[in-house]
């Protein structure tokens, strides 16, 4: 760690915070625009003005909106992000084992995921133009460009109603042996992993055969450096950046996927918390969820930013 | 004969440069989702049967839905919503992607400065989390939708077209062009815009899939296209449950995105492998 | 077989492979031969399949290529037939390669040593510190600055000429018996290419070494072969030593090569250095260029161009040299207003120049054209030729349709293209052709004085001297003037009349073109003058023995306005060059010279009268 490495290192992160900001003015903006305000809904429409009058003030909803944006804020930072308007429960209260059960599935997805996507894009890109190549490719393209709860659907239907190998729906309460864990959680983690797969093999091979097709891996063929050093030792140190970028784009992938799997398999994580909350109009969770999503991705593309960054001689500054 | 033989040529798809191929296939959808419900048999909110998922019959080719709807009047309707929405907003996110792209090649730097970070704002949301949000806020009309997906996609159009344009705004006939003093208008237009057009139109058709797969996964989830309307991702919704019969009021819909999408992706990739 | 031919390689046939399936020849029935301890040169323009011979003597051949015919032996070994371990074992140990472009061929991700001692590793040919003593001696014997401490660098931190030679060093770690060189110096500066020029020579002499010099310049041949193959679109065109190859080609394409690398200087006389103002086209008086903030004065604080003063007498052509990064395009682009500059004035046709082109009128714009470097990127490739030209037509005179189509004709006839090229697109033009259309889009404006910006630094040598031909025609007939930018000094006596000489930003010489190698001169024009390869044997060891110091990298720009050369200069005076602005010389030809020395100690090189020692380099 050096000086100018430090310096690009906390432009970044500097960026990511700017992001940051962006977003939370965002979230709050978007959920102010909310139209008909929420005391209203909240009561239904046979209440009393004075009732209204009442929860408005309750709700700081009387306040001018900055005031409200600061209060929203703070009480963000202290890990308080309000109370539900449906169920008048925390906030924090609410997402706390909702989040437990996404990072389970998400951290289960990305385990499969990752290790799988390296070693096939990486075989797709040194046996470039083989037929195994053009089938993954065939297959890859196929998945990214059908819509996530396609693939969910057409697994439930193969896996559970026609074989019957594992439940239709996640229900984790009810597990209560290893071998039940794992049945759970295969379907969505399977279709999850597939379809975050498909779009990490495509970026790695891409940057691959990027990689692959510099003229120092000419020269190092031509140095008579064996395929494997020439894989680890040349190829390796410059694939660090770029894939770890790819990586960390595939993961929004994921956090995409995840809202819908969440969905179809009614596994009870923060995404589907979140549609529901959608539905139901529930601003606080909305804002939450959304915010905590937002952050994990933020910083996943920050931290592979900083990987590249530091993963090259130049930006090192060595 | 020999007049015969380039129009035969012509018509072989081999034949055709890869924009021609994406026009062609983009289209033929437009065409289908213009006129097709005008040759739907019935209309598309009608019980005709007492039969809900009916299998194929002369009565109603492609069966019944859920509650005994025609569903090829259905998939006609859902064809039009799906590709005129996800239309409208690619051209809305690429219209505005591109003229910014271009136009901040040669504004002052504190324009693009904020123009760009604008973009990164946008893209630090994942998109389906941001059309949830602003579907939260706004509501699920047709119009919301539109400019939800459109938003969702600018800055990716965005970068696309500003990376081309830089990188033609360095060629050296635009310098010979400015040093001619042609004005600016001239310049972008004739000198630049015809040499992005290739990546430009790889780039549209991109977003038309991105636009595409997140419609449908909204109205999948009943975020987006609301009833009586319906679109390709609502129709398998709501005839969801007839996976368990292998309905095709379920199966079909699914192969349409799927023939729709990958189709386009294919002809795409096709075209950027060479 | 005789062990006495190194390389021996029969019928050679390779073919590259279409995307339709269908095969196109690029190297057609080549036969060559080395013996031990000799070079051979591979001569020929660009895609005449240079490169693909040179790498097949390796047993490799590019993706895309197969060797569908002939025999390779190198050292005994049959490359054709060797398994891919075999290979494996004689690349970078039996024979090794040095690569055009180091800058790419080095991975950015590894340090030098790494990479440099990789071959004796990876081949068990010695231990580490074995390696790493022999790489440093390597260094030492390439003339390479720090060779103890160069090699923990990383490539992105080491100049174009250091890379070459660290490449070198890579491909003789392994004392293997032959080593492939291809345009190791294409890249550099003149002033560069000589310095790692006689690192090759020596490095090689002293260790006997087989060799492959692939190279499209006559003059190094000369100098570092002892044997040549002309090649062209793949097949030999002629081969022998490089005495006879030189000195009396039969082949017609190799007369034309020779031809063109030996342009002959101007015949016409060269235009009066001191013209009345009223005589030039065009005016600089200290024109300061540059970026960052600005000074107490209001300039800029970093500056690619300083007090530039410069005069092109009207119907003349002023050449301008300089090595890569001195700030020639920069001088082309403020002319042209492309690029506005923050003090000093222009002048031209006796009016002031507006520093924006916006600011021009569009008389002054017709009449200042301007001629871009590459001809790959100057025109538009979604025009047709014959929109291009006519845009301009449209635009300054405002011709249309017949008229204007009848004028791009006649514009094709002046600069000898067919009138079939107005329908054509770009990318269906040769690189010749593009920059004859670069040419006649610039005339089409009927200009006073054009710009030609390196016009012929990417065009191969015949075409590049039927371009210069091209040049003196339409002057001689148009009365044009032309400001000459090159690195190439041949061009400039065969075109120019005068010549300014642009170091780091600063003119340090103006003068007649045809006295550059005679009379008073800056320590640099000298040293740029004498690093030009001759066509003849032996030049290299004398232009070595003639030089002082070993140039350096050009230096970071000093900006206490002492003189820019001085970190490189053979009569450097430490205490009076360094600091202060430097003094201009007015000769009595008119030619100006900027420096300390006086026009006597200029007029002898070396040194002023040798009885007075040279100040001590080392300050
Ligand atoms: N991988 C390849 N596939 C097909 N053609 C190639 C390939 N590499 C080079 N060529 C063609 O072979 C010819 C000779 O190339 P090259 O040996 O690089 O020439 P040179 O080194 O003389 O410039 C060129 O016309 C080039 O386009
Ligand atoms: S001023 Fe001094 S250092 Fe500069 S060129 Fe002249 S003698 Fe050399
Ligand atoms: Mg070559």
Same mark, same amino acid.
């Given at each position: 760690m050096n000086a100018r490495l430090a310096r690009l290192v906390l432009r970044r992160i500097g960026a990511a915070l700017c992001s940051l900001l962006f977003v939370v003015v965002a979230i709050f903006a978007l959920t102010a625009a909310l139209p008909g305000d929420v005391a209203d809904m909240l009561l239904g429409q046979n209440a009393t003005p004075d009732a209204t009058q009442a929860l408005r003030h309750a709700l700081h909803l009387d306040q001018p909106l900055w005031l409200r944006f600061m209060h929203w804020c703070g009480g963000m930072l202290h890990g308080n992000a309000g109370n539900s308007l449906l169920t008048g429960r925390p906030v924090s209260e609410m997402l706390a084992p909702r989040l437990y059960n996404s990072l389970l599935l998400a951290g289960a997805t990305t385990l499969v995921a990752v290790p799988l996507a390296l070693v096939l894009g990486l075989a797709c890109a040194t046996w470039r133009d083989s037929v195994f190549d053009r089938v993954m490719t065939v297959l890859t393209l196929g998945i990214v460009s059908v819509p996530a709860f396609l693939i969910a659907t057409v697994s439930v239907f193969v896996f559970a109603v026609q074989f019957r190998v594992v439940p239709a729906l996640s229900d984790i309460r009810s597990i209560h042996s290893v071998g039940q864990f794992f049945l759970t959680f295969a379907m969505p983690v399977a279709t999850l992993a597939s379809i975050t797969m498909a779009q990490m093999i495509r970026m790695i091979r891409a940057c691959m055969i990027d990689v692959f097709s510099a003229p120092y891996m000419e020269m190092a063929v031509i140095k008579g450096v064996p395929p494997i050093r020439i894989m680890l030792h040349h190829a390796l140190p410059n694939a660090i950046g770029p894939v770890a970028n790819a990586i960390a784009l595939s993961l929004s992938s994921l956090l995409g996927g995840v809202v819908v799997i969440e969905t179809i398999f009614n596994y009870p994580g923060l995404a589907q918390l979140m549609v529901d909350s959608v539905m139901s109009r529930d601003v606080p969770i909305i804002q939450a969820c959304t915010l905590l999503f937002c952050m994990t991705y933020l910083f996943l593309t920050t931290l592979a930013d900083i990987v590249a960054l530091a993963s090259v001689p130049k930006g090192r500054g060595a | 004969m020999s007049g015969m033989a380039t129009g035969l040529r012509a018509l072989r798809l081999s034949a055709l440069t890869p924009a021609q191929r994406v026009m062609g296939l983009f289209g033929f959808w437009l065409v289908l989702a213009v006129c097709g419900p005008f040759f739907a048999p019935y209309a598309p909110g009608q019980i005709i049967d007492t039969e809900v998922f009916a299998p194929l019959s002369h009565r109603h080719w492609l069966g019944t839905d859920y509650l005994g709807r025609d569903l090829g009047s259905r998939l006609l309707y859902a064809v039009r919503y799906t590709v005129l929405i996800c239309t409208l907003s690619?051209?809305?996110?690429?219209?505005?992607?591109?003229?910014?792209?271009?136009?901040?090649?040669?504004?002052?730097?504190?324009?693009?400065?904020?123009?760009?970070?604008?973009?990164?704002?946008?893209?630090?949301?994942?998109?389906?989390?941001?059309?949830?949000?602003?579907?939260?806020?706004?509501?699920?009309?047709?119009?919301?939708?539109?400019?939800?997906?459109?938003?969702?996609?600018?800055?990716?159009?965005?970068?696309?077209?500003?990376?081309?344009?830089?990188?033609?705004?360095?060629?050296?006939?635009?310098?010979?062009?400015?040093?001619?003093?042609?004005?600016?208008?001239?310049?972008?237009?004739?000198?630049?815009?015809?040499?992005?057009?290739?990546?430009?139109?790889?780039?549209?058709?991109?977003?038309?899939?991105?636009?595409?797969?997140?419609?449908?996964?909204?109205?999948?989830?009943?975020?987006?296209?609301?009833?009586?309307?319906?679109?390709?991702?609502?129709?398998?919704?709501?005839?969801?449950?007839?996976?368990?019969?292998?309905?095709?009021?379920?199966?079909?819909?699914?192969?349409?995105?799927?023939?729709?999408?990958?189709?386009?992706?294919?002809?795409?990739?096709?075209?950027?492998?060479? | 077989m005789s062990r006495a031919h190194m390389i021996s390689v029969r019928n050679l046939d390779i073919v590259g492979h279409r995307p339709d399936g269908g095969t196109v020849p690029i190297v057609r029935d080549v036969s060559l031969e080395v013996r031990e301890g000799q070079m051979l040169a591979l001569i020929g323009e660009s895609g005449s399949g240079k490169t693909t011979i040179a790498l097949s003597l390796l047993g490799h051949v590019r993706p895309g290529c197969t060797i569908s015919g002939g025999q390779i032996t190198v050292a005994g070994h049959d490359v054709t037939s060797m398994t891919r371990h075999e290979l494996r074992g004689f690349r970078g140990r039996t024979i090794s390669y040095v690569a055009q472009n180091a800058g790419t061929a080095?991975? +950015?991700?590894?340090?030098?040593?790494?990479?440099?001692?990789?071959?004796?590793?990876?081949?068990?040919?010695?231990?580490?510190?074995?390696?790493?003593?022999?790489?440093?001696?390597?260094?030492?014997?390439?003339?390479?600055?720090?060779?103890?401490?160069?090699?923990?660098?990383? +490539?992105?931190?080491?100049?174009?000429?250091?890379?070459?030679?660290?490449?070198?060093?890579?491909?003789? *770690?392994?004392?293997?018996?032959?080593?492939?060189?291809?345009?190791?110096?294409?890249?550099?500066?003149?002033?560069?290419?000589?310095?790692?020029?006689a690192a090759f020579r020596t490095v090689l002499a002293d260790r006997g070494i087989t060799g492959v010099y692939v190279t499209h310049d006559l003059a190094i041949v000369a100098q570092i072969a002892d044997h040549a193959v002309v090649?062209?679109?793949?097949?030999?065109?002629?081969?022998?030593?490089?005495?006879? *190859?030189?000195?009396?080609?039969?082949?017609?394409?190799?007369?034309?090569?020779?031809?063109?690398?030996?342009?002959? +200087?101007?015949?016409?006389?060269?235009?009066?250095?001191?013209?009345?103002?009223?005589?030039?086209?065009?005016?600089?008086?200290?024109?300061?260029?540059?970026? #960052?903030?600005?000074?107490?004065?209001?300039?800029?604080?970093?500056?690619?161009?300083?007090?530039?003063?410069?005069?092109?007498?009207?119907?003349?052509?002023?050449?301008?040299? #300089?090595?890569?990064?001195?700030?020639?395009?920069?001088?082309?682009?403020?002319?042209?207003?492309?690029?506005?500059?923050?003090?000093?004035?222009?002048?031209?046709?006796?009016?002031?120049?507006?520093?924006?082109?916006?600011?021009?009128?569009?008389?002054?714009?017709?009449?200042?054209?301007?001629v871009a470097q590459n001809a790959d990127l100057v025109l538009n490739p979604a025009w047709r030729i014959g929109a291009t030209i006519e845009r301009v037509l449209t635009f300054f005179h405002g011709m249309k349709g017949a008229e204007a189509r009848a004028e791009a004709m006649r514009l094709l006839d002046m600069v000898r293209l067919p009138h079939a090229l107005l329908e054509r697109y770009p990318a269906e033009l040769s690189g010749g052709q593009k920059q004859r259309v670069n040419f006649a889009r610039a005339l089409a404006a009927r200009p006073d004085?054009?710009?030609?910006?390196?016009?012929?630094?990417?065009?191969?040598?015949?075409?590049?001297?039927?371009?210069?031909?091209?040049?003196?025609?339409?002057?001689?007939?148009?009365? *044009?003037?032309?400001?000459?930018?090159?690195?190439?000094?041949?061009?400039?006596?065969?075109?120019?009349?005068? /010549?300014?000489?642009?170091?780091?930003?600063?003119?340090?010489?103006?003068?007649?073109?045809?006295?550059?190698?005679?009379?008073?001169?800056?320590?640099?024009?000298?040293?740029?003058?004498?690093? /030009?390869?001759?066509?003849?044997?032996?030049?290299?060891?004398?232009?070595?023995?003639?030089?002082?110091?070993?140039?350096?990298?050009?230096?970071?720009?000093?900006?206490?306005?002492?003189?820019?050369?001085?970190?490189?200069?053979?009569?450097?005076? +430490?205490?009076?060059?360094?600091? #202060?602005?430097?003094?201009?010389?007015?000769?009595? &030809?008119?030619?100006?010279?900027?420096?300390?020395?006086?026009?006597? &100690?200029?007029?002898?090189?070396?040194?002023?009268?040798?009885?007075?020692?040279?100040?001590?380099?080392?300050s």
């Open positions: - | 690619t051209a809305f996110s690429c219209g505005c992607g591109v003229l910014l792209g271009i136009a901040t090649t040669a504004t002052p730097a504190w324009v693009e400065q904020i123009a760009g970070r604008l973009m990164d704002g946008i893209l630090s949301i994942p998109s389906l989390l941001c059309a949830l949000l602003v579907i939260a806020a706004f509501g699920d009309s047709l119009l919301a939708l539109v400019l939800t997906l459109g938003v969702i996609y600018t800055p990716g159009a965005y970068r696309t077209s500003r990376a081309l344009a830089l990188r033609i705004a360095r060629m050296d006939y635009i310098t010979v062009a400015v040093a001619r003093g042609e004005g600016a208008l001239f310049i972008i237009w004739r000198e630049i815009l015809p040499n992005m057009r290739g990546p430009l139109l790889a780039d549209v058709g991109l977003r038309f899939i991105y636009a595409v797969l997140l419609l449908s996964n909204l109205s999948f989830l009943g975020l987006g296209v609301q009833p009586p309307l319906v679109d390709l991702g609502s129709l398998v919704r709501e005839n969801v449950l007839g996976l368990v019969y292998g309905s095709g009021a379920v199966i079909l819909p699914t192969i349409v995105i799927g023939v729709l999408t990958v189709g386009i992706n294919l002809v795409l990739d096709g075209t950027s492998r060479r | 080095f991975n +950015p991700a590894l340090s030098i040593a790494q990479q440099v001692i990789e071959p004796a590793r990876v081949h068990w040919a010695m231990t580490r510190q074995q390696a790493e003593r022999k790489m440093i001696d390597l260094f030492r014997a390439l003339a390479l600055p720090e060779p103890e401490t160069i090699g923990a660098r990383y +490539p992105y931190q080491l100049s174009g000429g250091q890379l070459q030679r660290l490449m070198a060093a890579m491909a003789l *770690i392994t004392d293997p018996e032959i080593v492939v060189f291809d345009e190791p110096t294409t890249a550099l500066d003149v002033t560069t290419q000589i310095e790692v020029l090649l062209r679109h793949g097949q030999v065109r002629e081969s022998g030593t490089v005495a006879r *190859i030189l000195g009396n080609p039969q082949d017609e394409y190799t007369r034309e090569l020779v031809a063109a690398c030996r342009i002959p +200087p101007r015949a016409t006389p060269c235009a009066p250095m001191a013209s009345a103002r009223e005589d030039r086209v065009l005016d600089l008086s200290d024109v300061i260029v540059g970026y #960052g903030n600005r000074t107490a004065e209001g300039l800029p604080e970093r500056r690619i161009l300083d007090h530039i003063s410069l005069s092109v007498p009207r119907g003349s052509t002023l050449g301008i040299i #300089g090595e890569s990064g001195c700030g020639k395009s920069t001088l082309a682009r403020t002319i042209s207003g492309l690029q506005p500059w923050a003090a000093g004035q222009v002048v031209f046709r006796g009016q002031a120049l507006a520093p924006a082109v916006a600011d021009r009128t569009r008389e002054q714009r017709r009449r200042l054209q301007i004085l054009v710009l030609c910006d390196e016009i012929t630094a990417a065009l191969d040598p015949v075409v590049a001297a039927a371009i210069l031909e091209l040049m003196a025609e339409l002057q001689e007939t148009l009365g *044009i003037s032309y400001i000459f930018i090159t690195h190439d000094l041949h061009a400039v006596r065969a075109v120019c009349d005068q /010549v300014a000489v642009l170091y780091a930003g600063h003119v340090v010489e103006q003068c007649d073109s045809q006295s550059l190698t005679a009379g008073a001169h800056h320590p640099y024009t000298r040293l740029l003058v004498s690093s /030009v390869p001759e066509m003849r044997a032996g030049w290299l060891a004398d232009a070595m023995a003639l030089r002082h110091a070993e140039g350096a990298p050009a230096a970071q720009r000093r900006t206490d306005g002492g003189c820019q050369f001085f970190s490189r200069c053979d009569m450097r005076m +430490p205490g009076q060059c360094d600091r #202060g602005p430097v003094p201009v010389h007015t000769l009595p &030809d008119g030619a100006r010279i900027a420096c300390y020395r006086s026009c006597a &100690d200029l007029a002898f090189p070396g040194g002023v009268a040798p009885a007075v020692p040279l100040p001590s380099y080392e």
